[in-house]
């Protein structure tokens, strides 16, 4: 039986209470867009859909019992999913909305770290509610606010409206500072499109790379794209012409207080397996806690084929993507989004696993 | 030579049952078959998550995503017997003198012989419900341990704690064991009279079906490609001894055991659908049923000792008759 053609794809939907999450959820359980969606939801509250796919569950966290503080899982989650995947025709994917509060760590380490939910769902993307007036505040008194947009693939900046553009750039760049390779959608009332937050196919080491022009582009300021409400640009190239986006003055990063995650951007050349692999597997163990994300792209000496790893916290995972192309640069790119990350430690290590 | 009557249903068997002679398949879409002079249906939940046999009325619980537990008795006769709101019953019991226990996240539910209702909150999901087998006591797996309260009387609750989330579990069929299933691949267990701990650990997988032998003198488990029985003679349990494994299969795992009620012997259901029956004191084996469409998800013995019902996660279900 083949696994991978029968996984449901979850989205994760995190954000601070007030950041417009029930509008968007609204949306996406009103909107035709050809898909049903099973939600998973903390409290009922203000959702004015009737739906039997809507399921009321407790944050359940679950430490595991191997020593490892940040392997936690959803404990409430596991027990849903295996409920909602006994139907699995009821729906074609899962959304799991988290409280205001909530570390998106183990609600994503939970579609990597139980069996039963993994072989029977895969997770899609993690996407972030931020409201851009209070988002300042937010960093300012939690470190969950942080940590979501550390996490996200997606983060949909709401509210726009009711801040000046100065404020709008501000928050931009700090939400860049955090996370730089999550794409960035500016909205009013969480009316993002919803193809740019649904099945985008994030975690999936396959597709998610070629699907994002923005990754791995935390050094590359002019990359820096920012989305608004009625970009219609095709995402699958690096074609970033013609687009009116004031997104040219990112160059110098404003100074930005209350920020504790950082990214660290690692390249170099071709890569020793024997190297590499012993030294990310101690980074993973040894700074796992401080990892948020991870992502890279490994080219490996003699390897006809791009290798392409992620990770979340301590848990890491690598498959070969596709071959390297003509004429494609070959070389390795790493990107760490974590906190108190030792990066002049980091690049002479990497750097000392090239072949 | 056993002979196999298949019953080809469409969706998840959450659970079997014979009530009378009559064999019974609960669905996870709420749907309950049986097999009484002919193939009939009668509807239960709307999204069946949980059952439970009740013995002593001779009928199923099962709770599910409709906030109701539903009972199901002779015929198909079918009636809600309690109710919890819009959240999810992901846990049923049934105790003796006609108690039973429901769970929704953090609350558990009793219903007392006589129809008084008393819930107990806990700090965490209360993930699994068994009643010991005499007095009126009920024991709630939860994370880092179990609870045990006395629905009847106003006395304090033990707790038995162990870290890790407990999600499943039952009494010794003496009351002198309790043991839960864990998200981790082990069980766990207390010894009641003095609360000993007892780690079951070496698993591959989580442990999702137990089964006490005759008399309780073992307890069958799945989550290996063995069916992995401890033995329970003993007045310390299993400490410091190894497990049977029976009807080990390189390249399958075993999802359902069940043993027999009157001999020890155990039916061990695996991944692919096939059924063996394999006796605890020579290790013996016989071929129930060869692999079918999916995962064995629920089984049970008749009274009269001879048939086997069976539920899968496709809805190949069936009834195999063993004195033949």
């Not at chain 2, 059952?51 to 015929?75: H, M, N, P």
Request: a negative charge.
């Amino acid at each position: 039986m083949s696994e991978t053609q029968n996984q449901i794809p979850v989205t994760v939907l995190t954000g601070y209470l007030g950041a417009g999450k029930t509008t968007l959820l609204n949306r996406i359980l009103s909107e035709s867009h050809g898909k049903r969606y099973a939600v998973i939801v903390n409290e009922f509250g203000e959702i004015g859909i009737d739906n039997d796919l809507i399921v009321e569950s407790d944050e359940e966290i679950y430490e595991m019992n191997n020593g490892c503080v940040c392997c936690t899982v959803r404990g409430d989650l596991i027990r849903t999913v295996e409920g909602l995947m006994r139907r699995p025709g009821r729906f074609d994917a899962i959304l799991v909305e988290t409280t205001g509060l909530a570390d998106p760590a183990p609600v994503a380490q939970t579609f990597f770290m139980d069996e039963d939910v993994r072989s029977k769902t895969r997770l899609d993307a993690v996407v972030a509610l931020v409201d851009a007036k209070h988002l300042p505040l937010r960093l300012k008194d939690s470190k969950e606010a942080e940590d979501q947009i550390a996490f996200a693939d997606a983060v949909v900046l709401n509210k726009s409206d009711l801040v000046s553009p100065e404020e709008l750039r501000e928050v931009e760049a700090t939400i860049r500072a955090i996370n730089p390779g999550a794409r960035i959608h500016r909205t009013t009332r969480a009316g993002v499109d919803l193809r740019e937050v649904l099945d985008r196919g994030a975690f999936d080491l396959k597709r998610a790379i070629d699907n994002d022009p923005h990754f791995l582009d935390a050094d590359e300021h002019d990359h820096d794209h920012v989305c608004g409400p009625d970009c219609d640009h095709d995402h699958h190239h690096h074609d970033h012409h013609g687009h009116n986006h004031d997104h040219h003055d990112h160059g110098a990063v404003s100074p930005i207080h209350d920020i504790t995650v950082r990214s660290v951007s690692l390249r170099g050349g071709e890569m020793d397996p024997k190297r590499f692999f012993p030294w990310i597997e101690k980074i993973s163990q040894m700074e796992g806690p401080n990892i948020l994300r991870l992502k890279g792209i490994i080219a490996f000496k003699e390897d006809p084929e791009r290798y392409v790893l992620q990770g979340v916290h301590m848990i890491m995972e690598g498959d070969h993507q596709r071959a390297w192309r003509e004429g494609e640069k070959r070389e390795s790119r790493l990107v760490f989004i974590g906190r108190e990350l030792d990066e002049e430690r980091l690049r002479k290590t990497f750097e000392a696993c090239q072949a | 030579m056993p002979t196999v009557a298949p019953l080809d249903l469409d969706g998840h068997c959450v659970a079997t049952a014979f009530i009378g002679e009559v064999p019974y398949f609960a669905l996870a879409d709420g749907s309950v078959h049986r097999l009484d002079h002919g193939h009939k249906t009668s509807q239960a939940n709307d999204g069946l998550l949980c059952a439970f046999y009740d013995a002593g009325s001779d009928r199923l619980l099962t709770g599910g995503e409709d906030g109701k537990v539903f009972s199901i008795g002779a015929g198909g006769e079918t009636a809600v017997v309690a109710e919890a709101g819009r959240k999810w019953i992901t846990s049923v019991a049934a105790g003796p003198q006609g108690a039973l226990a429901y769970a929704a996240g953090r609350s558990a539910w009793v219903v007392l012989p006589g129809g008084k209702v008393k819930e107990f909150q806990h700090p965490r999901t209360a993930e699994g419900l068994a009643f010991a087998p005499k007095g009126l006591r009920l024991g709630v797996a939860r994370y880092n341990g179990a609870t045990l309260h006395f629905p009847a009387t106003e006395s304090k609750p033990v707790e038995l704690e162990w870290a890790g989330a407990h999600t499943g579990i039952i009494f010794s069929p003496d009351g002198n064991f309790v043991v839960t299933t864990m998200q981790e691949n082990a069980l766990h267990g207390w010894k009641l009279a003095d609360g000993k701990h007892m780690r079951m650990t070496g698993y591959p997988a989580k442990v999702k079906s137990l089964s006490w032998s005759v008399k309780g003198k073992w307890l069958a488990s799945s989550g290996a490609p063995a069916a992995i029985v401890w033995p329970f003679q003993s007045k310390d349990g299993p400490m410091g001894k190894a497990p049977l494994e029976l009807g080990t299969r390189g390249n399958s795992m075993v999802t359902c055991v069940a043993c027999h009620p009157t001999e020890e012997i155990v039916a061990i259901g695996y991944n692919d659908g096939m059924v063996l029956a394999a006796r605890l004191a020579d290790a013996k084996e016989v071929l129930l049923r060869r692999p079918g469409k999916g995962a064995i998800t629920a089984m049970t013995w008749d009274r009269s000792d001879r048939r086997l019902a069976f539920g899968s996660e496709a809805g190949d279900c069936g009834v195999i008759d063993i004195s033949a």
